[in-house]
């Protein structure tokens, strides 16, 4: 497949109403009535709420009840006009996002801190998702290292199954990625970061779980490799931080991953993931206030007044930091207890079911994020034939795989079994024509092989494709 092919193939993927829909590239001349505007909207809902909300996608939408989805949009409404940047007008919003904070850090036992250390409290912000959360919690070590341990070439040691967000984080902030591979059951290697510590590492981190296998790092030992060299060991729950806490209260096998952990030193975690808030929030906390202050910045001399700032952001969506405070509210440990439990029973019987197909294989010990590989197929076929069957699932790289990431959506009855019934017909397929390459397939197999310039290339390309109307 050359480079044009791609582009045009990604182009009819992702711009599926040019040509069926009006453009909209210059503001109108008049503006367009409400009602107008809104039945557009409704109608673009309408077309593509059918397949998440069917249970079609891999992560995406966590909860998507029709219900709770409502009273999100209900909560967002009574706040749109909210900027936690002016607490003198919405005090609210400081509640709001104060309460967030403490109802997170309280989820993820961050009472034990106190016992591990006289005077330190878990504190932290809300801010915009798990990438914001990351890069504010490595700028906070970054700082922290040079600030505190004269580190002038900050480095962070991030096994290569941690989001690409620390990659993002080195990149913005110049900070030294240090790579570090996993063991087979694809955990982080101990002795392999132990290996990559040297005098400027400033923070390891840790999964929990990993996005591609679903897999929790071993965190404990972690922690205690970052305690022998008095550095930061950040946990990456984004994914994991409102599950592992039920997980474990049901019987399933969690290893202590947060503050109770005493080398852990912060944490980020996904509101708008597993904590079923609207898209746009995320939590980061951190074991001590010291550590968080390296993440905010002030401004005392600047013109334009005194200037706080707690996150990357200046203004920021209090209506969002409302509906997050209204979903943990509304939802309660009751809540995240029956939805752990539908959630991990649907990955259970999945699970169990991929097992069972000839050729297929479930990677390392996951949870409910399922890593799917095989020795004789092409994966990336097989993902293919998912894909025409209607499943938009994550394709995985180092070793080839794909992922599903099971919510709400995939413990409504049938779910589960209409995805294992798809994949042994999309396995059968790919048996009986294993020259076919269709769709993403030829992709994912070019990405693997070709040199990584013009990988960059072609992804650089794919958002120009994003941006054209
Ligand atoms: C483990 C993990 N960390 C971080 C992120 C990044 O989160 P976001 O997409 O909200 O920026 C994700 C997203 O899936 C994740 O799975």
């Avoid at 330190?120 to 914001?132: H, L, M, N, P």
């Avoid at 969690?254 to 005493?262: A, L, N, Q, S, T």
Wanted: hydrophobic share 45%; proline share 6%.
């Amino acid at each position: 497949m050359s480079t044009p092919d791609i582009l045009s193939f990604l182009a009819k993927q992702l711009k599926p109403y040019r040509g069926r829909m009006e453009t909209v590239d210059r503001l109108p001349e008049r503006g367009r009535s409400h009602q107008e505007v809104l039945s557009l909207l409704e109608q673009l809902r309408q077309l593509e709420a059918g397949r998440w909300q069917t249970g079609y996608a891999s992560g995406a939408v966590y909860h998507g009840g029709a219900e709770h989805t409502e009273f999100l949009s209900a909560a967002y409404k009574t706040q749109s006009q909210s900027n936690p940047l002016h607490p003198d007008i919405w005090p609210s919003a400081a509640k709001f996002e104060a309460e967030v904070v403490a109802m997170t850090a309280r989820m993820l036992s961050g009472d034990a801190v106190r016992t591990h250390r006289r005077g330190d409290r878990v504190v932290g912000a809300v801010s915009t998702g798990g990438t914001e959360s990351i890069l504010l919690a490595m700028l906070a070590y970054r700082d922290w290292g040079r600030e505190e341990k004269g580190i002038a070439q900050p480095e962070i040691v991030v096994p290569v199954t941690a989001h690409a967000a620390f990659e993002k984080a080195a990149h913005y902030f110049g900070l030294r990625l240090v790579r570090v591979p996993v063991a087979e059951d694809l955990r982080a290697d101990v002795e392999a970061m132990r290996a990559a510590v040297n005098e400027n590492t400033v923070v390891l981190v840790a999964s929990a779980p990993s996005f591609p296998h679903g897999v929790i790092d071993p965190i404990e030992e972690i922690a205690a490799l970052a305690g022998e060299h008095d550095i930061g060991c950040h946990v990456d729950a984004c994914l994991g931080g409102f599950v592992l806490p039920w997980a474990e209260r049901l019987g399933y096998p969690v290893p202590p991953f947060d503050f109770r952990v005493p080398g852990v030193t912060s944490i980020s975690v996904d509101t708008h993931k597993y904590g079923f808030a609207a898209k746009g929030t995320s939590v980061v906390l951190y074991r001590s206030a010291d550590l968080f202050h390296h993440q905010c910045y002030t401004a005392a001399d600047w013109p334009g007044g005194l200037y706080v700032s707690s996150t990357l952001l200046g203004s920021r969506p209090g209506a969002l930091i409302a509906a997050a405070w209204a979903a943990l509210v509304a939802t309660g440990e009751d809540g995240y207890m029956a939805a752990a439990k539908g959630i991990l029973a649907a990955a259970d019987r999945l699970k169990q079911g991929v097992r069972e197909i000839p050729d297929l294989k479930v990677l390392g010990d996951p949870l409910f994020v399922v890593a799917i590989a095989s020795d004789t197929l092409d994966i990336y076929q097989v993902m293919e034939q998912m894909a025409q069957r209607g499943w938009s699932l994550n394709g995985l790289h180092h070793p080839p795989a794909f992922h599903i990431a099971l919510t709400r959506r995939h413990a409504e009855e049938g779910v589960v079994e209409r995805f294992l019934s798809d994949l042994q017909a999309s396995t059968d397929e790919v048996r009986r024509s294993p020259e076919v390459r269709t769709g993403m397939a030829p992709l994912y197999g070019m990405a693997a092989m070709a040199p990584g310039e013009l990988v960059h290339g072609l992804l650089e390309a794919y958002i120009d494709v994003l941006y054209e109307v």
